[in-house]
């Protein structure tokens, strides 16, 4: 019995807690709870602390993160005044500012973040139009004022769109952490990044090779110019030696018979030593193949 | 069978007469109340879409075969027992009245015959459907994946606190039913409440846990984490319920049937008891130690005065990790926000101006601190000190994705042909001034560039800073980080693309680390940059990147064509002089071969003219067969009969054979 006292105790001490729970809430820093009575929103508590409500069904709190809080909306392809189309990316920072306004009329995050994103999209379209895409990538010491400017025309377009609309959110900042082209004129961008850089390494590519074909060429011009000289020079030694040559030939004047014959002797010596087949009568003289002698002429 | 039957626990008379009918009502009550959760649970199943209260609805609808199955077994026992009563009774009349007795051998009646079916085939059967029961989510798991997988993403918010209220119903609900009915199982007689017992508690305590898992689902902890989790822990039970049903069933074939001690169903599981007696474990742990010390170890009043003072040892641990969190221990380097109810304390409302922010009380430093315990206070400990870092240039699917691609550019030698990250970020930026004016009218005048762009920040020292990171911003590093690639983007759309990638690293690097250090300031997160790194920027990888090598490339090129020109001149000019000279030399050679020649000749002919004069006939003729002899000395000679005609057949080719075969054709003739 005592053993069960105990464990009595213990679970009613969790009951006695959770029971509690259902007649209590916090309310967090930076967050705000709308309360609500049979449905009906009866009040909204701001600060941060703890509060006593009647549990449910009777009474029901919707707690409100009313920090800043991150909304992206990706970007969509849309042309610039200059009918370059681009991809903008938007992040919106906004938070709750009014809680009862955005229970009543947007109900939860989810939901506010869909009509803000709906905002957000149609803001982003109409203010893209009335700028040059070449006014915000430049390299024109305004482009810093054009990028802002644009910036802030958005913001202000949806800031301007949601205090129409009464929602109870406001956005606090803009940010635009992409722009980009869509892929196909991408893969041209790349393209002609691509050619541009080909032109250029073949434009050096061939300032060498003329470079070294000029080198070539000089060179080739130097060496014909050489070789020219050698063979004047060649051809005048060689005329000397003639010359030379000439001056012992006057010998063979003395005996122009025998010179002659010695002459022929030689050259038939050279003829018939190269692959000479010589047929012969049986009855011809061996000497019949070689010319007259000077006797036998006689 | 019949025999051990008759000599089971519900023959013997209880040493105090207990009321079988209130055991019985108790069962049907057990299986109304566990047929009432089950409906509880089924609704917010539904409801909630959750995978905790869809496990729980089918662990609660099999209680009510526990409690049915009870029910009817406690019947049979009554209507047996009473069936042997009369009998009995009649028995006893038949011998007062001298006659003698209607049964020779006892015989067995309808109802103990009906109880014998129960407990020997149905309750085994229904046991083993318990258990296929119990183990169908395992098996459902097994073929088509964790449930929980599908409650992530499809709980529904809208009745959170209904099913917190839902959940406490069950477990107290069946808690009370649960300790009522193992109280009354203590008795021998009604020892088989023991099974309802044990099962709905161990629905309540499933109820329990799968409550307070929506009142952390509802304070937005852990996400949808503690449906996952109470998932889990009930299947697991469910799971070890089952296979303990399955041994039991098995196990109780060889089970020697003991005269007069009690049978246990084999749908009374004696881990569900483990709920309806704690002390049980007690029990099972002392006759272990009595088995194997040889002794009562259990009868030893240390035993008996631990057995007392566990549960308040247990409870006054609890207590004191409880009071544990009344203490706050902040490290050095750190800072600490108090909240009481949430609510930081001396501050009741956040300031709107930013200026505001650094007169709030000032964080609590280093060192022990005390408080009042959870939940009333909490702390927020945030390291100041603490220097983090944050890389953009690449998109990143979630943490372990960002890891892996830093330790990849980290390790590896990045070249721009090559993509090394998948998913880089393509920055605009406007084509260098030179390249415009070459005057292409494209319709795109920009380039693209990519790089890794990093940072180092903390938090700030001002009063505020820590006030500001902690409760200014949802997710304040999402929005460092959305910060950070607005800055990068709208400064790249206006900086000159050689000055970035090579010209002006410095410059560049600089005027972007004010831009963003302002831009940070601006949005009153509470941070303070230290560091901007930019690493890796090149024109996109891949095809691009190789055009821009290409021209460094050709630069290389361009020199090794010259060098290449060069070597061939030099081949060409610097042999030119000795071919030169060497033409010189061969005519300087030629024309003294022709003069020295000419000269030996004249003397060569002065000597035959001289031998000539001497021998004029001798001389000539010796000078010519020395001709003949050295001239035909290799020559093929061919002797021809007197008065044969050589005729050549064919003059072009003229050979011996021919001869040959003229000189043959002519001599046969």
């Not at chain 2, 272990?288 to 641990?317: C, H, N």
Request: hydrophobic share 45%; proline share 4%.
């Amino acid at each position: 019995m005592k053993r069960n006292r105990w464990t009595i105790a213990v679970a009613a001490l969790i009951v006695v807690m959770l029971l509690l729970y259902t007649f209590c809430f916090t309310v967090q820093a930076n967050t705000v709870a709308v309360v609500k009575t049979l449905g009906q929103i009866t009040s909204v508590r701001t600060e941060a602390g703890l509060y006593g409500k009647w549990p449910w069904p009777i009474q029901s709190v919707q707690t409100i993160d009313a920090r800043e809080r991150q909304l992206s909306v990706i970007g969509k392809e849309i042309p610039t005044r200059d009918e370059k189309n681009i991809i903008v990316t938007v992040v919106a920072a906004w938070k709750v500012t009014d809680a009862e306004k955005f229970v009543t009329r947007l109900g939860d995050d989810k939901s506010a973040e869909t009509k803000l994103s709906s905002r957000i999209e149609d803001a982003r379209s109409r203010v893209i139009k009335t700028v040059n895409l070449g006014d915000i990538i430049t390299v024109d010491p305004k482009q810093a004022e054009n990028f802002n400017a644009f910036h802030n025309s958005l913001l202000k377009s949806i800031r301007d769109g949601l205090q129409d609309a009464d929602y109870g959110i406001d956005v606090t900042h803009l940010w635009i952490p992409s722009i980009a082209f869509p892929p196909s004129v991408t893969e041209k961008v790349f393209a002609r990044m691509t050619q541009e850089r080909k032109r250029k390494s073949e434009k050096t590519i061939k300032e060498g090779k003329n470079e070294a074909n000029m080198i070539r060429n000089q060179a080739q011009l130097q060496q014909a110019k050489m070789l020219a000289n050698a063979n004047a020079d060649a051809i005048a030694i060689r005329g000397q030696g003639e010359a030379a040559a000439a001056e012992f030939y006057k010998v063979f004047k003395e005996n122009p018979e025998l010179a002659n014959t010695l002459r022929k002797l030689d050259a038939l010596k050279e003829i018939l030593q190269k692959r000479a087949t010589v047929v012969l009568p049986s009855d011809a003289p061996l000497d019949s193949l070689l010319p007259p002698s000077p006797q036998e002429k006689q | 069978m019949m025999n051990e039957l008759n000599n089971q626990d519900f023959s013997h008379k209880p040493a105090k007469r207990l009321d079988a009918g209130r055991a019985e009502m108790l069962a049907l009550g057990g299986l109304g109340l566990q047929g009432m959760c089950t409906l509880v649970c089924l609704l917010f199943s539904w409801l909630t879409q959750s995978a905790a209260y869809g496990l729980l609805r089918w662990q609660a609808a099999l209680g009510i075969l526990v409690w049915f199955l009870t029910w009817i077994q406690l019947r049979l026992r009554r209507l047996a027992r009473d069936e042997r009563l009369d009998l009995e009774e009649a028995e006893r009349r038949r011998r007062a009245q001298g006659m003698q007795a209607l049964f020779q051998n006892a015989e067995e009646g309808l109802a103990a015959r009906n109880l014998r079916h129960m407990e020997t085939i149905l309750a085994p059967i229904a046991s083993v459907l318990l258990a296929l029961g119990l183990l169908a989510p395992f098996g459902l798991f097994l073929l088509r994946g964790a449930p929980w997988s599908l409650a992530a993403t499809n709980l529904r918010s809208d009745f959170l606190l209904p099913a917190i209220v839902g959940g406490l119903f069950v477990a107290f609900s069946l808690f009370l039913l649960g300790m009522y009915a193992a109280g009354m199982a203590r008795e021998s007689a009604w020892r088989l409440l023991r099974a309802g017992a044990g099962y709905s508690l161990t629905t309540a305590f499933a109820g329990l846990i799968t409550g307070l898992a929506f009142t952390l689902i509802t304070q937005g902890w852990l996400a949808t984490t503690p449906d996952t989790v109470v998932c889990a822990v009930v299947m697991a039970w469910m799971t070890l319920h089952a296979i303990e049903i399955l041994i039991n069933f098995v196990l109780d074939f060889y089970r020697p049937r003991v005269a007069g001690t009690e049978n246990r169903p084999g749908y009374d599981s004696r881990l569900s008891g483990l709920f309806a007696e704690p002390q049980g474990i007690f029990h099972t742990f002392a006759h272990t130690l009595d088995y194997q010390f040889g002794f009562k170890v259990s009868d030893t009043w240390f035993f008996r005065f631990l057995e007392k003072a566990f549960m308040p040892l247990v409870l006054i641990q609890l207590t004191l990790f409880y009071l544990l969190s009344c203490f706050v221990v902040v490290r050095p380097g750190e800072a600490a926000l108090i909240e009481r109810w949430g609510a930081p304390l001396g501050v009741r409302t956040l300031p709107e101006n930013d200026g505001d922010w650094d007169k709030l009380p000032t964080p609590l430093k280093a060192g022990l601190h005390i408080k009042l315990p959870w939940p009333i206070e909490t702390a927020r400990i945030m390291n100041q000190e603490k220097i983090s870092n944050m890389t953009i240039g690449y998109h990143v699917e979630n943490e372990a994705d960002a890891k892996a691609k830093e330790e990849k550019l980290r390790t590896t030698v990045v070249t721009w042909d090559t993509v090394h990250v998948k998913d880089e970020n393509q920055y605009l930026m406007p084509l260098p001034a030179a390249q415009s004016k070459e005057g292409s009218d494209s319709q795109v005048d920009a380039l693209l560039l990519s790089g890794e762009f990093r940072i180092e920040y903390r938090i700030g020292n001002d009063t505020g800073d820590v006030y500001r990171y902690c409760y200014r911003f949802q997710n304040p590093e999402e929005t460092i980080k959305t910060i950070f690639q607005r800055e990068v983007t709208a400064f790249l759309a206006g900086a000159d693309f050689w000055d970035i990638l090579a010209q002006k690293p410095e410059e560049t690097r600089n005027a972007l680390q004010a831009r963003l250090s302002k831009s940070l300031h601006d949005s009153g997160l509470g941070i303070e940059l230290l560091f901007l790194g930019i690493s890796n920027l090149h024109p996109p990888a891949g095809d691009v990147g190789k055009s821009y090598q290409e021209v460094i490339a050709s630069g290389q090129q361009k020199e090794t064509e010259i060098h290449t020109g060069w070597i061939d001149a030099n081949e060409i000019v610097g042999l030119a002089p000795s071919e030169a000279d060497k033409i010189r030399k061969a005519a300087e050679a030629d024309s003294f071969g022709v003069t020295v020649m000419a000269e030996k000749q004249a003397d060569w002919f002065r000597s035959h003219e001289k031998a000539l004069a001497a021998a004029p006939s001798s001389h000539l003729l010796r000078l010519r067969m020395r001709m003949l002899e050295e001239a035909l000395m290799n020559a093929r000679k061919i002797m021809a009969p007197r008065d044969t005609l050589v005729i050549m057949d064919d003059t072009k080719t003229v050979s011996p054979m021919n001869i040959e075969k003229a000189i043959v054709r002519e001599a046969t003739k």
